[in-house]
């Protein structure tokens, strides 16, 4: 390589590549590339959280910069290696007219080209405005090196927004990944809950199958024996009606009393009922529900247990070993530690939540009615609750079937109660996953339901939240 290639070379690593000019104040950073100082403060200065570097794109997490006086000595002495060796050209090399092998001493605006004085002969650039290399060079010198501002701001600005660019990609790549995790989390939930809505409404369709099958065997059975019945009065009938007078009229008697007290057996309905599915929404349908249809829900001091304190707002209650005042006279459970909401339901869409904490005993849902004004419990039938628990270490669901045991705890219930569709779903508030729920066809109002438990943590109703700010 020749030396002039070589010194090319070695003069090229010593410009900023921000500025494309000689390193000033050079710094070195974390991934060993090298800016002017006022350079990578420039591209740097409105950016947070993450700083590209302008060569290689490595982020950086701050801005860290080392100084390289090292490299600032090796810039000064490039310098004056280029001006000496400049002069030097001057004198040993001659710039000459290929044409005319007479020196390029002039320079044609119009044309922007190296002139001889031979090559300004009319009718070659004649009327063409043409000046000395000393002057045209200087002139253009000014000119070029007004572009390098307004260049290097412009680049700045490049780099800015190349480092915006590269800030959102991240960004994007981030909510990407979140938005996959939540859609698996969802995909995973809803194959649960669809395996166990199938397995319940299979389950329902047995009981059915069951039940009508019981209904139809005992049904034939009664009317088999009363054919039989028919059959042997017909067959006595008849053999009567053969034998003489003397024997005819002596069981004529209990013959007839037979035929006309004989009744056709009770037989019980049975009805085919179609069996139907609802599947419970999911987390991102359940944050509008929660939106759209969320309640305030007050507790009702008429009908709390006389153990149970209140707050002054009706949100919060706890259990009192001596038995607090009420106003009025309440309506209570002999034993159940219990107080209802407020507000009636008898239409709509309605959503609560309760933070249960960690309360050793508790139950939250909805029921048709409270306690009798006696005290006593209602009749079997006459009050219905659907509710989850957690009683006896058991964590339950309890309605009109068989109750059936959950997994987890949850600190925090979400309540969703669609009356028309009538379905009751329940939520774990924290992560929004779906725990359980019931089918029914409701035709009383419903009242929020909440079980104390004998434990001295309180029980709150979640105030309304206003879900645009979060």
């Not at 090229?12 to 350079?39: K, M, Q, R, W």
């Not at 700083?51 to 860290?64: A, I, M, Q, W």
């Not at 800030?167 to 939540?182: A, P, S, T, V």
């Not at 929020?448 to 309180?458: E, K, L, M």
Request: proline share 5%.
């Amino acid at each position: 390589m020749a030396v002039s290639a070589i010194l090319a070379t070695a003069q090229a690593e010593l410009f900023c590549p921000i500025c494309l000019d000689y390193f000033n104040d050079p710094v070195t950073i974390n991934c060993g590339h090298n800016f002017c100082a006022s350079c990578i403060h420039m591209l740097w200065d409105n950016l947070q959280d993450m700083f590209p570097c302008h060569v290689c794109g490595h982020p950086h997490e701050e801005r860290l910069f080392i100084d390289n006086p090292q490299l600032g000595r090796l810039v000064d002495l490039a310098k004056c290696l280029h001006g000496s060796r400049n002069s030097k050209m001057l004198q040993e090399e001659g710039h000459f007219c290929k044409e005319h092998n007479q020196v390029l001493s002039l320079f044609c605006e119009d044309d922007q080209e190296l002139l001889c004085p031979q090559c300004i002969q009319p009718p070659a650039h004649q009327s063409h405005d043409v000046k000395p290399v000393v002057e045209a060079a200087f002139h253009h010198r000014q000119r070029l090196c007004s572009y390098k501002e307004p260049l290097k701001k412009r680049l700045a600005q490049a780099q800015k927004l190349l480092a915006t660019q590269h800030r959102k990609l991240l960004e994007l790549k981030e909510h990407i990944q979140k938005q996959r995790g939540q859609l698996v989390s969802e995909f995973e939930r809803l194959n649960q809950i669809v395996e166990k809505e199938e397995e319940a409404t299979f389950s329902r369709l047995n009981v059915q199958n069951r039940d009508l099958q019981q209904k139809l065997r005992a049904n034939f059975t009664a009317i088999s024996d009363h054919a039989n019945t028919l059959k042997d009065l017909f067959m006595e009938a008849a053999e009567r009606s053969v034998m003489s007078k003397w024997s005819m009229l002596r069981g004529v008697k209990s013959i007839q009393h037979s035929s006309e007290n004989i009744k056709f057996p009770s037989v019980q309905t049975v009805q085919f009922k179609k069996e139907g599915f609802h599947l419970p929404p999911l987390y991102s349908e359940l944050e509008k529900i929660i939106q759209k249809f969320q309640e305030e829900v007050t507790l009702d001091p008429l009908t709390a247990h006389p153990s149970l304190r209140m707050s002054e707002d009706r949100k919060s209650v706890i259990y009192m070993k001596k038995k607090s005042k009420v106003h009025g006279k309440p309506k209570q459970y002999p034993d159940d530690v219990v107080v209802l909401g407020s507000q009636g339901y008898h239409s709509g869409r309605h959503y609560w939540e309760v933070q249960v904490g960690d309360k050793l005993e508790w139950a939250v849902g909805v029921c048709t009615d409270g306690p009798s004004s006696n005290g006593q419990l209602p009749l079997s039938g006459q009050n219905k609750r659907w509710l989850i628990q957690l009683q006896n270490g058991e964590y339950t669901a309890q309605g009109s079937v068989p109750a059936c045991a959950l997994k987890g705890k949850p600190t925090e219930i979400g309540i969703f109660l669609d009356y028309e569709l009538g379905q009751i779903s329940f939520y774990n508030a924290s992560d929004r996953s779906h725990i359980h729920s019931f089918l029914e066809t409701f035709s009383d109002v419903l009242k929020p339901y909440f079980r104390v438990g004998q434990d001295s943590t309180p029980l709150r109703v979640s105030a309304v939240r206003d879900l645009s700010t979060e």
